[in-house]
């Protein structure tokens, strides 16, 4: 349809692979994804499928990549050159016998030694998740918009990424809801902080100290220099701006508590972790989709409630890494409110801070109910939590301290 003026151009949700295999499959060329002449007949093993002794000979069943299935193919060891491959193919497998219990993976037919048919399924089950895997990992890396890297990991079930989720670095306001107030002046600092700096402006002290890490007592509101402030980049107030600067693992749990995040580095006391991003909704669009939300089990609705309760965040479909922040009733993270190119003390951006030094490999969390996040003392001592849930959601953290329910 090029050339047509009228024409409707729609992003294309098949893999490179997948294109490729359609194009060889009715051999076609297409040169932007890589099928040409010279090319249409190149073969490099995607994953192997199956495994056969023949006459003292051993046979994989090849899925060559950018090929249809039907060309599968079966190849003796000695031309395969992937050992990677090979080691995750003999890993599945030995994984898969010691789950199920069981010793043989071989039957015998016709004098021919083949895998048994649920060994080989799990097999490939395991290789196509691999690879989603690996491309959601290079999905949530190009769209991100800090430094540090975004892993995946499942190493206990089969289950892919999320079919209905779309990273996001920032607020995606709902129809109506402008996140940007037009500020339109900043600090004048040469070097921040000075006496009228944006902290000070706004009538509160700087949240950070010397060494970048949190000073203010959880419930005071951060508010950092701005893109109309004369300081730079290096300004010693501008944290959460940058986005995560630590490397983050998206991980399968092991208890039934779905997908969670872990860190790959070691997190000091009072350093910034990462930003709560969603939707922005009215209250009113919160409570109707609370309760579909409820049926589900799951908690994605986090109340702006800093100054008034007019909006919510929703995390269930757009986000960033805290998406995947499960809940515990003893937290390594905390949230606070923060303001930069928006002051409008309604929207204010949630920041998550850890409480705690973090060791590399720890799980993160925060509780979803926030307590300590505000004056417990006030009428609205739930403020900073996701929205009020109708059916209560059985606790899984594990907690010495746990409540018992998410809500």
């Not at 050339?3 to 409707?8: D, E, K, S, V």
């Not at 069981?102 to 048994?116: C, D, M, S, T």
């Not at 402006?201 to 949240?207: N, Q, V």
Request: proline fraction near 5%; aromatic fraction near 10%.
């Amino acid at each position: 349809m090029e050339g047509w003026r009228g024409a409707w151009y729609v992003p294309c949700l098949a893999s490179l692979e997948t294109l490729q295999e359609l194009c060889r499959k009715e051999n076609l060329r297409c040169k932007s994804i890589g099928i040409t002449n010279r090319k249409l007949k190149s073969y490099e093993v995607e994953y192997l499928c199956d495994y056969k002794v023949e006459e003292g000979t051993e046979y994989y069943l090849v899925k060559w990549k950018g090929w249809p299935e039907s060309s599968n193919t079966w190849e003796p060891e000695k031309n395969l050159k992937c050992p990677l491959i090979l080691q995750n193919f003999l890993s599945d497998k030995n994984e898969y016998l010691s789950r199920v219990r069981e010793g043989k993976a071989l039957k015998v037919r016709n004098h021919v030694k083949a895998l048994q048919p649920a060994v080989a399924d799990y097999i490939v089950k395991k290789a196509k998740q691999r690879i989603a895997l690996q491309r959601w990992k290079e999905e949530l890396n190009r769209k991100k918009n800090h430094k540090a890297m975004i892993l995946v990991e499942n190493t206990v079930d089969l289950e892919g990424p999320p079919l209905d989720f779309y990273y996001i670095n920032e607020y995606k306001p709902a129809p109506g809801i402008n996140v940007i107030n037009g500020i339109t002046t900043g600090c004048e600092c040469a070097d921040c902080p000075a006496e009228k700096c944006c902290p000070k402006e706004a009538g509160f002290i700087l949240a950070y100290n010397k060494q970048k890490k949190l000073k203010i007592q959880p419930g005071l509101p951060i508010y950092e220099c701005n893109s109309f402030c004369r300081c730079g980049p290096d300004c010693p107030n501008r944290i959460v701006q940058k986005g995560t600067p630590y490397t983050l693992c998206i991980f399968r749990t092991n208890n039934g508590r779905g997908w969670g995040v872990k860190t790959l580095q070691k997190i000091k006391t009072n350093s910034f972790v990462m930003e709560y991003v969603g939707e922005v909704i009215t209250s009113e669009e919160a409570e109707r989709r609370g309760q579909l939300y409820d049926n589900q089990g799951n908690t994605y609705l986090f109340d702006l409630d800093y100054d008034s309760d007019e909006f919510t965040v929703d995390a269930a479909r757009y986000g960033n890494v805290s998406h995947f922040v499960n809940h515990s009733c003893d937290p390594n993270l905390q949230v606070f409110n923060v303001f930069i190119d928006n002051l409008d003390l309604r929207l204010p951006r949630i920041a998550l801070f850890s409480t705690r030094t973090i060791k590399a490999g720890e799980e993160l969390t925060f509780d979803y109910q926030m307590k300590g996040s505000i004056d417990l003392t006030s009428d609205s001592a739930d403020g900073l939590s996701p929205s009020r849930k109708r059916i209560r959601t059985v606790c899984k953290c594990g907690a010495v301290c746990c409540r018992g329910y998410l809500n």
